[in-house]
């Protein structure tokens, strides 16, 4: 009776066992969950409009930024001479304008009173014209120089997080190369990446359930906003900018992973960061 007592028990441990698997399996498969998802946010890189070099840095690195805020100031010296002499030209041009006028109004009554004839009175006419081209053009120099003062200061395009900050006074900084990254704070969301054979069982709009790591008792709520609709393929048959995701066993062919895109509706335990790392459970979807 011990020898089948023993079988008996081998045995309903064995079958609570499978049991437990399927469940387990079942619950992963119907209600995906993932702890493979990271934290992202848009990052905006601060360029300069203009060249030259650095002379004011009111900001640290990893400060809190809001828009509108000075981030750096370039010499701003070589556009206000800039600025100067395209306001000289523009009243020379201004000053050429009238006098082609007055010169069109001599020849005008001149034409009328049968005094010149009509070749002087087209060639006035030209002239005018090409000084009001000449006084147009000058003033589009004008706005382009004050344009460009203006962006020798830079201001914060959004309220966000200065970070990887390396810049110092005196640095040398070129049109359209970017000197500071800036966290968006207002764009924080969550890149889930689940297998395919999951997919169907996500929707957007459903309900989805965030930890970070260390913190698996102060769960913060989410949205699914959406589902990539491509990943990377090394093959070459498809480009570049789709979404390379590696699968984590390279001789086991696996399922592949997409990244689904969720919002975060509650509040999270501790401040959002680019790259942390977070579980992702979702609500069945039949």
Not at 9 to 14: A, D, F, L, Y
Not at 195 to 217: C, D, P, W
Request: charged share 15%; with cysteine; aromatic share 8%.
């Amino acid at each position: 009776m011990k020898q089948y007592s023993k079988y008996a028990v081998t045995i309903t441990v064995v079958i609570l066992a499978i049991i437990s698997s399927l469940g387990l399996y079942q619950r992963y498969t119907n209600e995906p969950w993932t702890r493979d998802g990271q934290v992202r946010a848009n990052v905006v890189g601060i360029a300069s409009r203009v060249a030259g070099p650095i002379v004011q840095i009111p900001i640290r690195d990893n400060q809190e930024i809001k828009k509108g805020d000075l981030l750096f100031e370039i010499d701003p010296s070589t556009y206000i001479a800039t600025v100067n002499n395209c306001g000289a030209k523009l009243q020379q041009a201004e000053a050429a304008e009238v006098q082609a006028k007055q010169e069109l109004d001599r020849q005008t009554t001149l034409y009328q009173t049968k005094v010149n004839d009509l070749r002087d009175l087209q060639n006035a006419q030209d002239s005018y014209a090409a000084a009001q081209a000449d006084t147009a053009a000058a003033e589009a120099n004008l706005q382009t120089a004050q344009l460009n003062l203006s962006y020798t200061k830079i201001f914060a395009p959004v309220d966000g997080y200065l970070t990887n900050m390396n810049t110092s006074l005196g640095t040398y900084v070129y049109a359209g190369e970017q000197l500071l990254a800036l966290v968006d704070s207002s764009s924080f969301w969550v890149a889930a990446y689940f297998m395919e054979t999951q997919l169907h069982h996500l929707q957007v709009g459903g309900k989805a359930s965030i930890t970070f790591i260390g913190r698996n008792n102060e769960p913060f709520e989410g949205l699914i906003e959406s589902v990539a609709w491509g990943i990377f393929d090394s093959n070459g048959s498809t480009v570049e900018l789709l979404p390379n995701v590696s699968q984590t066993i390279d001789w086991v062919r696996l399922p592949n992973r997409f990244p689904v895109r969720i919002n975060i509706t509650g509040k999270p335990p501790i401040p959002l960061r680019i790259g942390q790392t977070v579980s992702v459970s979702t609500s069945a979807v039949h």
